[in-house]
């Protein structure tokens, strides 16, 4: 009988453990989820440089990523953030929970053009962008949010700021005719229904939007501004690499809000494994 007394007390014991860790992971104690979340966007993207790519490899990389995977949307191409582990395909319907489901999309009614007309053109002027935030620092465009459920430091004692914690990182943009390369240039806070961010611009820009935890009657704005374009021909291994489905993570999904199949190596990598 003792011995399945301590048999039990281990039980107990352990079940303790492990319901103060996820507490403590929810609860972001001591900063403990947003070092787990890092830890595994880290590790999230895979490059691998030592084999020179060839133009049937990248043709190849390329109609994986345009291929069509969601009925009634059209796929515009994928955006990747390597440095928080985005890689999400880009359909045509931000303004539809079925497009905001499915991955990122277009966003372009903007105050000139308030039922969005005009289809944004990759390379080309202010190119909105839009995702979800899932409040889990992985899912969506959930790592764009410097803090878990915090809205420092773009809220503070109600005064909006700008973040700087992602200034001259990378934004890829790519489609059917090549890939875009951007620079983070700032992150500002905007309410949900100003749609001035997505006003034209004189020069090429991608606009990213995502909601604020837990604060979501704002809105997460990251600004990129183009560098570079490439074609799919002369683009760099390592960059052609991010876009890699049968090596890459896809992170549109979450399962238990919004289950799917992922389009990367964790789901059919592309449509060359079956899922089950």
Not at 23 to 30: E, G, M, P, S, T
Not at 217 to 226: E, K, S
Request: proline share 3%; with cysteine; net charge positive.
């Amino acid at each position: 009988m003792r011995k399945i007394d301590k048999i039990c007390q281990y039980i107990l014991l352990i079940i303790i453990l492990c319901s103060i860790s996820y507490i403590c992971y929810q609860q972001n104690w001591l900063g403990v989820h947003n070092k787990i979340v890092q830890e595994i966007r880290s590790h999230r993207v895979v490059v691998d440089d030592s084999k020179k790519m060839s133009l049937v490899d990248r043709n190849r990389i390329r109609q994986r990523l345009m291929r069509e995977t969601q009925t009634g949307l059209k796929k515009q191409g994928f955006v990747s953030i390597p440095v928080v582990g985005i890689l999400e395909p880009i359909f045509n319907d931000a303004y539809s929970e079925k497009g905001l489901q499915a991955g990122a999309n277009y966003a372009n009614r903007s105050s000139v053009d308030p039922t969005g007309k005009q289809v944004p053109v990759m390379g080309q002027g202010n190119y909105g962008l839009a995702s979800h935030n899932f409040d889990d620092g992985l899912t969506g465009f959930s790592g764009l949010q410097q803090n878990y459920q915090n809205d420092s430091p773009y809220l503070v004692n109600g005064q909006r700021q700008k973040s700087n914690w992602l200034n001259n990182q990378a934004i890829y943009l790519a489609n059917s005719d090549g890939i875009f390369e951007y620079r983070i240039k700032q992150q500002r806070l905007v309410k949900a229904d100003d749609v001035s961010v997505l006003d034209p611009s004189q020069n090429a820009q991608v606009t990213i939007i995502t909601c604020l935890f837990p604060s979501t009657a704002y809105r997460i704005t990251t600004i990129g501004q183009l560098k570079k374009s490439y074609t799919w021909a002369k683009a760099p291994d390592s960059i052609i690499n991010y876009f890699d489905l049968t090596k890459q993570k896809t992170n549109a999904h979450v399962d238990w809000y919004n289950p799917g199949v992922e389009e990367g190596i964790n789901g059919n990598a592309g449509g060359t494994k079956t899922v089950k």
